[in-house]
């Protein structure tokens, strides 16, 4: 059974940075791509940014890009998404997920995760 456990959110002021964390069990890590996914008060979920079982293909929602990283440790089973120049904007639940294959999609709304943590708040403050 897949389990994906999110970390690191909390309280931050705009332009301030975070890193979230996501520990994940149940299956080989390192065989599968992970994403991160949000959703703001009120608001559908969005898609952050995705990486691929190895690391080396990242794909970022377009208001992310440039200001989010999205990174893996395999040995550690964690993936990472490291927040800066954050706004009110960004405040949401964050989510870490994870798909059936060892690459994402491109294809909204899901990017090919079919499996979800259970989030951890960021808020901003102006």
């Known amino acids: 059974q897949v389990q994906l456990v999110e970390s690191g959110g909390g309280l931050v002021q705009a332009g301030g940075s975070l890193r979230l964390s996501c520990a994940a069990s149940?299956?080989?890590?390192?065989?599968?791509?992970m994403g991160w996914f949000r959703q703001a008060p009120g608001k559908e979920r969005e898609f952050v940014a995705a990486i691929s079982w190895s690391g080396r293909s990242t794909y970022y929602a377009s208001a992310m890009k440039g200001r989010f990283t999205i990174s893996r440790d395999n040995a550690k089973n964690t993936v990472y998404l490291q927040m800066n120049s954050l706004t009110p904007e960004d405040t949401a639940v964050y989510y870490c997920?994870?798909?059936?294959?060892?690459?994402?999609?491109?294809?909204?709304?899901?990017?090919?995760?079919?499996?979800w943590g259970k989030g951890t708040l960021v808020t901003v403050s102006s």
């Open positions: 149940g299956r080989t890590f390192s065989s599968y791509a």
């Open positions: 997920a994870t798909g059936s294959g060892r690459y994402y999609s491109s294809n909204p709304p899901s990017y090919g995760m079919g499996y």
